[in-house]
């Protein structure tokens, strides 16, 4: 039965989800009663409604065939790029934007508006031609300059080049993750801020995503928590086309995608005439819509580069379809001309912009309302709408003196924590199942559950790559600053979604416990060795790696103030002391003169220690028992924040003549930049008490002492080269 509606009406509820106690059958019969009544309808006379209803079907048909036209040519005038899924996808963008999604293309940051994420981010052609018809500030000529350099049509979606344009995709999982992240966003804020009588924050989040989106291991991860939270306002419409690069889904995808979702806790529909069907969509959209208490998977099949010579094979994915098939399909679709948009075409998108900004006004005279009835909680929701911290939040950063007990930099993270955490409400968060070690719970956090969205504390599971993207998502959504942890070691799962945290400009706070070869009996397997090296080395990117609990402090204050650069705070399992001279103030500036040994004070400087973490103590301890050398002792705890710093001030970190010792219990290189000599990991670590584990590899107070004094004679009569004259530096 199931395959009979299936068959005749392209679309199938779940049968848990019916709305009738009715048998299939039953419900058959009338559906077929139903369409003998319409044709003997078709008989009589057609109305003036009938008309106008069928020149409507007839406009919206010519503007999704319109829209497979213009995103095969934007491909085919770049000589680059895939039309394949634009032109497959074309129907479900035309209901999305013309009959549900809330938007407003003069205000793209509209706080309300519904999110769209184009998961499968290749297929942009689609998404950028929406844009401009709808009348986002993307012109034709931006059209035509699809994948040029500078362009604002790049590649793939960027959230901080296109208007209109969420969340920035391309790996694929991670649109549909983003998205997950986003509507965790909406119920927090829904939660905190709306009343009965205002909805302030109601939008829905829309993801378009195909099987490759479904084939990475991050969305089952999303999927799985986003099912957990029964994130109602979250549906996802699967691009179900049973093609990918290789050729047919079946090579390598062949399970049931509708079971392994509604495993997850989600709502799943299908939708078997997704090329034609307007209808269907429409009506599967407006069914997740209304289950406010599941996610919502709608799978939607499809023909690949639907018009094309090509359709329904790999060749029309990735390459464009030629001008000889451009041309036929134009003439088969009705169109003609090059980048010539039909007057009824754009008629009918600008309307349907027009009608979002329409809506967007409603929303403001809606605020302005609440602003009368409830002006403190309208205070607050302006002043995070407008990503401004709370007037006097760094008073509340705590500080400590040299005789204050010793901690570990992940137990001063605790306390930083604590107070931020009271006077910053925008601040949420959690950890991939390491709470108690990672010690990000605040006090007077409680969970963000299903049922307890207003919660600040995200139990992410031990799902660290989702976890990052989640973050991401909320944090393109606004009005949040949020963070998540894990063992630093276990960053390297999140890094993809790190990766992408950077290149969106998401001030995403990670943190990262357990930071060296100093946890341990964990062993290799959980000591990070390489970790530094691959956040250093990533653009737009902190990466502070505090030496105690001042500096700790200082990391936080640096992450908060930096909204659109990523941080990651490394910190430590073992205790580090409160060292003299440790500034929390000084953190901004990536490194700092700790302390200065030498006897007499004018005697001329002799060597520079330098590290970050809790190889700096060592570094101090070493400091004061070579009493016969003059010693600048420099603590490092943000390499990009000090190569922001002027020559003048790089040049006072590390003198001109003066060789330089490094120590980190990581991988050795890239401290070259600063040092002539290293103490650092070469290999993995190993099993074993702490203590064994570092004098094993050198990182003691005696080996410090023995590699001064090497590295003093080495240079004892060569030239000491100053490391940071260098043409590439600025």
């Given at each position: 039965?199931?395959?009979?509606?299936?068959?005749?009406?392209?679309?199938?509820?779940?049968?848990?989800?019916h709305t009738s106690d009715l048998p299939l059958s039953t419900l058959l019969a009338d559906k077929r009663s139903q369409v003998v009544s319409g044709q003997a309808n078709k008989l009589q006379k057609k109305t003036k409604s009938d008309v106008k209803e069928e020149a409507k079907a007839n406009l919206e048909k010519r503007c999704v065939?319109?829209?497979?036209?213009?995103?095969?040519?934007?491909?085919?005038?770049?000589?680059?790029?895939?039309?394949?899924?634009?032109?497959?996808?074309?129907?479900?963008?035309?209901?999305?934007?013309?009959?549900?999604?809330?938007?407003?293309?003069?205000?793209?940051?509209?706080?309300?508006?519904?999110?769209?994420?184009?998961?499968?981010?290749?297929?942009?052609?689609?998404?950028?031609?929406?844009?401009?018809?709808?009348?986002?500030?993307?012109?034709?000529?931006?059209?035509?300059?699809?994948?040029?350099?500078?362009?604002?049509?790049?590649?793939?979606?960027?959230?901080?080049?296109?208007?209109?344009?969420?969340?920035?995709?391309?790996?694929?999982?991670?649109?549909?993750?983003?998205?997950?992240?986003?509507?965790?966003?909406?119920?927090?804020?829904?939660?905190?801020?709306?009343?009965?009588?205002?909805?302030?924050?109601?939008?829905?989040?829309?993801?378009?995503?195909?099987?490759?989106?479904?084939?990475?291991?991050?969305?089952?991860?999303?999927?799985?928590?986003?099912?957990?939270?029964?994130?109602?306002?979250?549906?996802?419409?699967?691009?179900?086309?049973?093609?990918?690069?290789?050729?047919?889904?079946?090579?390598?995808?062949?399970?049931?995608?509708?079971?392994?979702?509604?495993?997850?806790?989600?709502?799943?529909?299908?939708?078997?005439?997704?090329?034609?069907?307007?209808?269907?969509?429409?009506?599967?959209?407006?069914?997740?819509?209304?289950?406010?208490?599941?996610?919502?998977?709608?799978?939607?099949?499809?023909?690949?580069?639907?018009?094309?010579?090509?359709?329904?094979?790999?060749?029309?994915?990735?390459?464009?379809?030629?001008?000889?098939?451009?041309?036929?399909?134009?003439?088969?679709?009705?169109?003609?001309?090059?980048?010539?948009?039909?007057?009824?075409?754009?008629?009918?998108?600008?309307?349907?912009?027009?009608?979002?900004?329409?809506?967007?006004?409603?929303?403001?005279?809606?605020?302005?309302l609440y602003d009368a009835k409830y002006p403190d909680l309208a205070v607050e929701f302006r002043r995070r709408l407008n990503g401004k911290l709370p007037d006097g939040w760094k008073e509340a950063l705590p500080s400590w003196l040299p005789t204050d007990k010793a901690l570990a930099t992940r137990q001063s993270s605790q306390q930083?924590?604590?107070?931020?955490?009271?006077?910053?409400?925008?601040?949420?968060?959690?950890?991939?199942?390491?709470?108690?070690?990672?010690?990000?719970?605040a006090k007077g956090m409680s969970d963000f559950q299903a049922k307890t969205p207003e919660g600040r504390y995200i139990r992410f599971g031990v799902r660290e790559h989702a976890m990052a993207a989640l973050c991401n998502g909320m944090s393109a959504y606004g009005m949040l600053r949020p963070f998540c942890a894990t063992f630093l070691?276990?960053?390297?799962?999140?890094?993809?979604?790190?990766?992408?945290?950077?290149?969106?400009?998401?001030?995403?706070?990670?943190?990262?416990?357990?930071?060296?070869?100093?946890?341990?009996?964990?062993?290799?397997?959980?000591?990070?060795?390489?970790?530094?090296?691959?956040?250093?080395?990533?653009?737009?990117?902190?990466?502070?790696?505090?030496?105690?609990?001042?500096?700790?402090?200082?990391?936080?204050?640096?992450?908060?103030?930096?909204?659109?650069?990523?941080?990651?705070?490394?910190?430590?399992?073992?205790?580090?002391?409160?060292?003299?001279?440790?500034?929390?103030?000084?953190?901004?500036?990536?490194?700092?003169?700790?302390?200065?040994?030498?006897?007499?004070?004018?005697?001329?400087?002799?060597?520079?220690?330098?590290?970050?973490?809790?190889?700096?103590?060592?570094?101090?301890?070493?400091?004061?028992?070579?009493?016969?050398?003059?010693?600048?002792?420099?603590?490092?705890?943000?390499?990009?924040?000090?190569?922001?710093?002027?020559?003048?001030?790089?040049?006072?970190?590390?003198?001109?003549?003066?060789?330089?010792?490094?120590?980190?219990?990581?991988?050795?290189?890239?401290?070259?930049?600063?040092?002539?000599?290293?103490?650092?990991?070469?290999?993995?670590?190993?099993?074993?008490?702490?203590?064994?584990?570092?004098?094993?590899?050198?990182?003691?107070?005696?080996?410090?002492?023995?590699?001064?004094?090497?590295?003093?004679?080495?240079?004892?009569?060569?030239?000491?080269?100053?490391?940071?004259?260098?043409?590439?530096?600025?």
């Amino acid at each position: 039965m199931d395959r009979v509606l299936q068959y005749n009406f392209g679309y199938l509820p779940p049968r848990f989800g019916h709305t009738s106690d009715l048998p299939l059958s039953t419900l058959l019969a009338d559906k077929r009663s139903q369409v003998v009544s319409g044709q003997a309808n078709k008989l009589q006379k057609k109305t003036k409604s009938d008309v106008k209803e069928e020149a409507k079907a007839n406009l919206e048909k010519r503007c999704v065939n319109y829209v497979r036209v213009l995103s095969a040519e934007i491909v085919q005038n770049a000589n680059s790029g895939h039309p394949g899924a634009p032109m497959g996808c074309a129907p479900m963008a035309h209901v999305l934007w013309s009959r549900v999604m809330n938007f407003d293309p003069v205000d793209d940051l509209w706080i309300n508006r519904d999110r769209f994420i184009l998961s499968n981010g290749h297929a942009c052609a689609l998404l950028y031609s929406m844009l401009h018809l709808t009348g986002y500030s993307i012109t034709l000529e931006d059209l035509q300059q699809f994948r040029q350099l500078d362009s604002i049509t790049p590649g793939h979606p960027e959230n901080h080049v296109t208007p209109g344009v969420e969340v920035s995709t391309g790996p694929l999982g991670q649109g549909l993750s983003n998205g997950v992240g986003l509507a965790m966003a909406q119920a927090h804020l829904a939660a905190t801020f709306n009343r009965d009588d205002f909805q302030l924050i109601d939008n829905f989040t829309y993801v378009l995503c195909g099987d490759g989106c479904l084939q990475e291991g991050i969305t089952s991860e999303a999927s799985s928590l986003a099912g957990h939270l029964r994130l109602g306002k979250l549906i996802v419409l699967y691009d179900d086309n049973k093609i990918q690069i290789d050729g047919s889904t079946d090579l390598a995808f062949t399970e049931d995608v509708l079971k392994r979702y509604e495993a997850y806790g989600w709502q799943t529909l299908a939708v078997n005439d997704g090329d034609t069907s307007l209808e269907s969509l429409h009506a599967a959209i407006e069914r997740a819509k209304a289950d406010t208490t599941r996610p919502s998977l709608i799978k939607v099949t499809t023909t690949i580069g639907f018009g094309s010579s090509k359709e329904g094979t790999h060749n029309v994915h990735g390459a464009p379809i030629g001008q000889g098939d451009l041309d036929n399909m134009k003439k088969n679709f009705g169109f003609s001309g090059e980048f010539c948009i039909p007057d009824d075409v754009a008629e009918f998108y600008r309307s349907c912009g027009e009608s979002g900004t329409a809506k967007h006004i409603q929303w403001k005279a809606m605020l302005a309302l609440y602003d009368a009835k409830y002006p403190d909680l309208a205070v607050e929701f302006r002043r995070r709408l407008n990503g401004k911290l709370p007037d006097g939040w760094k008073e509340a950063l705590p500080s400590w003196l040299p005789t204050d007990k010793a901690l570990a930099t992940r137990q001063s993270s605790q306390q930083v924590l604590n107070k931020l955490v009271e006077v910053i409400p925008e601040l949420l968060g959690g950890s991939a199942d390491l709470t108690p070690s990672n010690l990000t719970k605040a006090k007077g956090m409680s969970d963000f559950q299903a049922k307890t969205p207003e919660g600040r504390y995200i139990r992410f599971g031990v799902r660290e790559h989702a976890m990052a993207a989640l973050c991401n998502g909320m944090s393109a959504y606004g009005m949040l600053r949020p963070f998540c942890a894990t063992f630093l070691n276990f960053i390297g799962y999140a890094l993809g979604s790190v990766r992408v945290s950077a290149l969106s400009h998401l001030g995403v706070i990670y943190i990262a416990t357990h930071d060296s070869i100093g946890l341990g009996e964990d062993g290799p397997t959980h000591q990070p060795i390489e970790a530094l090296v691959n956040l250093r080395s990533t653009p737009n990117l902190l990466t502070l790696r505090p030496a105690d609990a001042n500096e700790v402090s200082g990391a936080y204050a640096v992450a908060l103030e930096n909204p659109l650069t990523p941080s990651v705070i490394a910190l430590s399992r073992q205790g580090c002391a409160n060292l003299e001279g440790s500034s929390a103030a000084a953190v901004e500036l990536g490194a700092y003169v700790l302390a200065r040994h030498a006897q007499p004070a004018e005697r001329p400087l002799q060597i520079v220690l330098v590290g970050s973490g809790s190889e700096v103590q060592e570094l101090v301890k070493a400091a004061t028992m070579l009493s016969d050398l003059s010693i600048q002792i420099v603590s490092m705890p943000c390499w990009e924040l000090f190569d922001r710093q002027s020559p003048e001030y790089r040049m006072t970190i590390f003198p001109s003549g003066v060789p330089v010792l490094a120590m980190e219990a990581l991988s050795a290189d890239g401290w070259c930049k600063y040092a002539h000599s290293v103490i650092g990991m070469r290999t993995f670590g190993a099993s074993g008490p702490a203590k064994d584990v570092q004098k094993r590899f050198g990182f003691t107070v005696e080996n410090v002492m023995l590699k001064a004094r090497e590295l003093l004679k080495y240079y004892d009569g060569r030239t000491v080269p100053n490391l940071l004259e260098r043409p590439d530096l600025p």
